[in-house]
């Protein structure tokens, strides 16, 4: 029972297969699904992907550390893309091979110095240590729609191509980047297309003055917050004009107080008529909806882009019952020896963070085997540490962001944290 469970093998399950390895430290790797890849498997059952998805920070921040994406991509890899890029360090480190594939957890509990983990087909093993990497994409947010809709509704988790548009009239509720994503791909393929929003956005373009935004912001000079956000407010007003002339609601917040809104392709959809914006729905009756201003739309498939459950099933008990896991800088949970990796909400690169964290993991871990009181230590932080993690960033009042963390924060956090205790990250 001295090795690690680790559960998913999607980015973040792989970012801890390979801090693992890279210590020497052994472990079983379990994923449900056929392959590597996670939600970017878009032939994954319960896969949230879309063909037209693209990541929204850009190749040149965006990959593992230890990997840089090729070359060759374009500054925002597809989803194709990205799938190859996981496949490919999953191959080039050796990873693939220890994976246990077709392997779905029932239940982990926790046992008398560990956690055993229990399959679907009823096999049982137990572990010092899990790892809880499957992700939290997969449970959808089905609102209730108020009135008596009488046309096709479903969630934007079952989206995969814009031909089921195709002579459809389509709302889109929802504009986060897949809702904003899919309004535009039935802007260009539905009959009728219309994105209704709750309140307002700043939307960032993937580009600015010819390099991608997360570059340019990322060599420019650095700023207090308040000042970032009132320079960048003024760019994108520059760049982008005012918001409501297109219909779009003002936005009630400061920039970067949500998660980003990488499309600019909407504004463009707008301003040439195909697709409509309308605020939230008021009330439906058969195929018409009003909404909350009194104008009406005839639609016969609402898609909802209203996000997911951030829960964890086979282990709710263990992570907490709230709209994020209750693990401390998003990782080390309050019962020792389990651990989360995925479940970030940031508007930094995931992708370093999770080997970022992974790191930190694989080290603690090899603390308690090789330097107890170090474990020790670190677990007295784990249980009394609560840092600011938002760089003076207030956050909007949503599900969403109970738990949300500024991408430049978290890292210089972690550093220092890691550098405190003798570890080494990326």
């Known amino acids: 029972m001295l090795d690690t469970a680790i559960i998913g093998a999607g980015p973040a399950g792989l970012a801890a297969a390979f801090a693992l390895q890279q210590r020497g430290l052994p472990y079983t790797h379990l994923e449900r699904n056929r392959g590597v890849g996670g939600l970017w498997d878009i032939d994954a059952p319960g896969s949230p992907m879309y063909e037209s998805a693209h990541f929204i920070s850009s190749k040149t921040l965006s990959g593992f550390p230890s990997f840089p994406m090729p070359d060759d991509y374009p500054d925002y890899p597809s989803y194709k893309q990205i799938y190859a890029y996981l496949n490919a360090f999953a191959e080039h480190n050796g990873l693939d091979k220890a994976i246990e594939f077709d392997t779905a957890v029932e239940k982990v509990e926790k046992i008398e110095g560990g956690y055993r983990v229990t399959r679907t087909n009823g096999t049982s093993t137990d572990h010092a240590h899990v790892i809880v990497a499957s992700g939290v994409q997969w449970i959808p947010n089905v609102i209730d729609l108020p009135g008596n809709y009488t046309g096709e509704v479903r969630h934007t988790v079952t989206y995969r191509s814009p031909k089921e548009l195709e002579g459809r009239r389509v709302l889109v509720i929802g504009a986060g980047n897949s809702g904003a994503d899919i309004a535009c791909d039935a802007a260009r393929s539905a009959d009728h297309a219309v994105i209704s929003l709750r309140r307002g956005y700043h939307f960032i373009p993937k580009h600015v003055f010819g390099k991608p935004a997360d570059v340019f912001a990322d060599e420019g000079p650095t700023m207090p917050m308040w000042l970032e956000q009132r320079v960048f407010g003024v760019l994108l007003r520059i760049l982008n004009g005012d918001p409501t002339r297109l219909g779009l609601p003002k936005p009630d917040h400061k920039v970067f107080a949500t998660h980003p809104l990488m499309n600019t392709q909407l504004l463009h959809h707008l301003g ?45 008990d263990l992570v907490g019952d709230g709209p994020h896991p209750d693990f401390y800088l998003t990782a080390f949970s309050r019962n020792p020896g389990l651990y989360g990796l995925g479940f970030v909400e940031t508007n930094g690169a995931a992708y370093v963070l999770m080997e970022q964290l992974a790191a930190m993991i694989a080290q603690h871990i090899d603390d308690r085997l090789r330097r107890p009181e170090r474990w020790a230590e670190f677990e007295r932080t784990i249980a009394t540490d609560t840092p600011d993690l938002t760089r003076g960033i207030r956050f909007v009042d949503s599900t969403r962001h109970a738990g949300y963390v500024d991408g430049v924060a978290i890292t210089r956090y972690l550093h220092r944290t890691a550098k405190r205790m003798g570890w080494t990250i990326p």
């Open 272 to 316: 040439h008529g195909d697709v409509t914006a309308r605020p939230a729905i008021a009330t439906t009756s058969g195929t018409t909806v009003t909404f909350a201003d009194g104008t009406t739309e005839d639609v016969d498939l609402i898609l909802l882009a209203t996000g997911y459950h951030h829960a964890v099933p086979y282990a709710q």
